[in-house]
């Protein structure tokens, strides 16, 4: 009978084991702070929570590379007199609870007075308290699900800032899902959408309001789904798409599952383009789904085409000279301006006290955050009462010969 | 359109990769009673080897020469690893406490997974897998892709061989007498610890062959990919009823189509909507297992799992 049992057990295992698919936390060792600068200075550490390992590590390589960049600039130019900057990155995996390990830890460390990231709109969800109880500030390069700052009922109009410590860079789904559905409807003229979403914050969120606005427009629904990224068989969804007749498909959720999935719709022979939000606007997108298959499907991305901007032409020329090995993805130019801000404030913090830093450092670099208003990369940077960038611009771009190029930029209208 | 037939071969070509992962599990638990849980390791290590030698050849090798070859290097990796993981790992252990090579195997599974991590070369996220060139098959109303064809004619090609090899051949008659009564085959004079490395040794040869039919199916391999594959595999062979080789197909087949069905098919029932999608197909996958097992504790094609307690 011990066999039986042993079966049994390990029947156990696995079903539990699948629910805890791809769990786990690594953490970047070895960089703990000392909170000590040369020559008797200030050194201020500047937090990063990113997934730096995983299935998105382009992504969080293009902003943990461009934060430090900031920060060297910064030290550099020595930008806030007397202060040294340090940034300490930690790898958050895309996972909710290594996000918040990696915010308790970034809390403890007194040098900390502000933090860049997180990627992940579920993983900020997890960080945003405990930042706020310890008045720590946050800069979110990449965040883009309204309800973080605006409250879980932004949707009916009952808008609430629930953490006042938490600012980001990009602009949020609530106008990048309409945006993507006004450009199909009107500019690409698709009118059947299959809406496939992945289920997580950001994913179904976009998905929604994407839904919504091609709805109000007067585009049909022809089918939805849900898909579980972990896995990489689509078949079952791409025979659907096919037989549903649509003529688009709008994905909500991110490259590493959108690239298997476009690549089998298109190869079930549906007659598509496939349409995502900005988690889609990276080269590794195309790479995965194949250049062929990616022809001429679109992704829209928060701010304009960083190469068209004046203000971004410093940037591009110092990261190339930086020599980073990572290209600085979609949200490299948010990152080094949510670092930016972070910077901006600790200076007017410093000055605005002799030199020092103040015994409330953290609580008043979260107010000094708050009121920054400078020309950043991705054009001008402030927040409004949410904490959300007053910076509503977006972009659509589309795969031409195997490259994303910008096609359309403007501001969402309503 | 009627979607029906697509979908289910849409399921079989899925179940088949699931059949030969799953033949690994069930040929080494039938010998040596261990479930062998680095097995889905074994699938992605199987993967990687296949690229490596793609990455090997120079640029623009035809597709019809590196194919073979890619299978070769699949193939040698994993057997290297699973031979090595059964004389390192699990043989040590023979004989001791039956939860000690449980755990070692799933030790072996993670170091597995982060040996390719750390020092495969940009594993640290997905990397593409070459893909054969021309179109797809179709066949009325049911298509079948280019990067399934191979699945199409590899899984077959693998049972049939395993069935005449188990069947028929004098290594094959070992393994059935060692598994029925390991030490009265070897009072017959039957090598038993020679019989466990060809157990461990064949199951990483179907591994590396589903390993590359997934790269060509999906056009990517990463370090994580045996693990969920590894288990719904391991699902596979329990459903078909572990210890028995056709079980582990029939398991696998029934368990692709069955993931396939939930997903296009569930939120269709009314009242469902919210439990359908492919979200839930692994819900439904382990349902489906719990009912069967429910119904018949050995599975499918299994016989007692009890004979030798």
């Known amino acids: 009978m011990r066999n039986r049992s042993l079966l049994i057990l390990t029947t156990a295992v696995t079903a539990g084991a699948l629910t805890l698919t791809a769990c786990g936390s690594r953490d970047d060792k070895g960089k703990g702070g000392d909170g000590s600068g040369e020559g008797g200075g200030i050194t201020v550490t500047i937090g990063l929570d990113a997934p730096l390992t995983g299935e998105l590590t382009a992504l969080g390589l293009g902003i943990k590379n461009s934060a430090d960049l900031a920060v060297n600039t910064a030290n550099k130019k020595e930008y806030v007199k007397g202060v040294t900057f340090k940034l300490v990155a930690l790898d958050d995996q895309a996972q909710p609870s290594s996000g918040q390990q990696n915010a308790t830890k970034l809390v403890a460390d007194k040098s900390v007075l502000g933090v860049v990231g997180p990627l992940n709109s579920g993983v900020a969800e997890s960080m945003q308290k405990v930042f706020d109880d310890a008045k720590l500030?946050?800069?979110?390069?990449?965040?883009?699900?309204?309800?973080?700052?605006?409250?879980?009922?932004?949707?009916?109009?009952?808008?609430?800032?629930?953490?006042?410590?938490?600012?980001?860079?990009?602009?949020?789904?609530?106008?990048?899902?309409?945006?993507?559905?006004?450009?199909?409807?009107?500019?690409?003229?698709?009118?059947?959408?299959?809406?496939?979403?992945?289920?997580?914050?950001?994913?179904?969120?976009?998905?929604?309001?994407?839904?919504?606005?091609?709805?109000?427009?007067?585009?049909?629904?022809?089918?939805?789904?849900?898909?579980?990224?972990?896995?990489?068989?689509?078949?079952?969804?791409?025979?659907?798409?096919?037989?549903?007749?649509?003529?688009?498909?709008?994905?909500?959720?991110?490259?590493?599952?959108?690239?298997?999935?476009?690549?089998?719709?298109?190869?079930?022979?549906?007659?598509?383009?496939?349409?995502?939000?900005?988690?889609?606007?990276?080269?590794?997108?195309?790479?995965?789904?194949?250049?062929?298959?990616?022809?001429?499907?679109?992704?829209?991305?928060?701010?304009?085409?960083?190469?068209?901007?004046?203000?971004?032409?410093?940037?591009?020329?110092?990261?190339?000279?930086?020599?980073?090995?990572?290209?600085?993805?979609?949200?490299?130019?948010?990152?080094?301006?949510?670092?930016?801000?972070?910077?901006e404030a600790v200076k007017k913090v410093v000055e605005g006290n002799g030199g020092k830093l103040p015994d409330d450092a953290r609580a008043k670099v979260v107010e000094a955050v708050q009121g920054v208003s400078f020309e950043g990369v991705t054009g001008s940077v402030s927040f409004d009462e949410f904490g959300d960038t007053t910076n509503k611009q977006l972009t659509v771009y589309q795969v031409q010969g195997g490259a994303f190029k910008p096609v359309k930029s403007g501001t969402f209208g309503g | 359109m009627n979607e029906l037939p697509q979908q289910l071969v849409n399921g079989l070509l899925l179940g088949s990769m699931y059949g030969l992962v799953a033949v690994g599990y069930t040929m080494v638990y039938g010998i040596v009673q261990l479930i062998n849980f680095a097995h889905g390791e074994i699938f992605m290590t199987g993967g990687f080897g296949a690229l490596t030698v793609w990455l090997i050849l120079p640029g623009g090798t035809s597709m019809w020469v590196a194919l073979p070859l890619m299978i070769i290097g699949a193939v040698i990796v994993a057997t290297a690893i699973a031979v090595g993981a059964e004389r390192f790992a699990y043989r040590p252990l023979r004989g001791g406490p039956r939860l000690a090579p449980l755990i070692t195997a799933i030790g072996l599974s993670l170091a597995l997974q982060y040996a390719v991590w750390v020092w495969y070369p940009e594993a640290k996220s997905a990397r593409t897998f070459p893909q054969i060139p021309g179109g797809p098959i179709e066949l009325g109303s049911v298509t079948i892709q280019t990067g399934d064809i191979f699945l199409v004619i590899a899984a077959p090609i693998c049972m049939a061989f395993l069935a005449f090899f188990v069947m028929r051949t004098r290594t094959g008659r070992g393994m059935q007498a060692t598994a029925q009564d390991p030490d009265t085959a070897k009072l017959m004079g039957v090598n038993t610890d020679r019989i466990i490395v060809i157990a461990f040794a064949l199951g990483a040869v179907f591994a590396a062959v589903g390993a590359v039919a997934y790269g060509l199916k999906y056009g990517v391999v990463d370090y994580k990919m045996g693990f969920l594959l590894g288990l719904k595999a391991f699902t596979a062979a329990v459903l078909g009823g572990i210890g028995n080789i056709y079980g582990a197909m029939i398991g696998g087949l029934v368990l692709g189509v069955a993931e396939t069905m939930a997903t296009a098919y569930v939120d269709q029932i009314p009242g469902m909507e919210q439990l359908g999608g492919q979200s839930w197909a692994n819900v439904w996958a382990f349902v489906l297992l719990i009912v069967v097992l429910l119904a018949r504790p050995q599975g499918l094609l299994g016989e007692r799992v009890a004979d030798r307690a």
């Open chain 1, 137 to 343: 500030v946050q800069v979110s390069p990449a965040n883009t699900n309204p309800a973080l700052s605006q409250g879980p009922n932004w949707a009916s109009g009952d808008k609430k800032r629930g953490y006042k410590s938490y600012f980001r860079t990009a602009t949020t789904d609530a106008i990048q899902g309409p945006f993507a559905a006004q450009y199909v409807f009107k500019d690409a003229k698709k009118t059947k959408a299959f809406i496939i979403d992945d289920k997580k914050t950001y994913g179904a969120g976009l998905a929604g309001t994407f839904k919504g606005e091609f709805e109000k427009l007067g585009g049909k629904v022809v089918g939805t789904q849900h898909i579980d990224p972990d896995t990489k068989d689509f078949s079952a969804v791409a025979t659907q798409v096919k037989s549903s007749g649509a003529d688009v498909v709008y994905y909500g959720g991110e490259y590493p599952a959108a690239g298997p999935l476009a690549k089998q719709i298109k190869e079930a022979g549906a007659k598509v383009t496939v349409v995502g939000g900005d988690a889609l606007f990276s080269p590794e997108y195309v790479k995965l789904a194949g250049a062929a298959a990616a022809e001429g499907d679109i992704a829209t991305s928060v701010g304009a085409p960083i190469e068209s901007l004046n203000s971004a032409k410093e940037f591009l020329a110092n990261y190339k000279a930086a020599n980073y090995k990572e290209a600085f993805e979609a949200y490299g130019g948010y990152s080094y301006d949510s670092t930016w801000a972070i910077i």
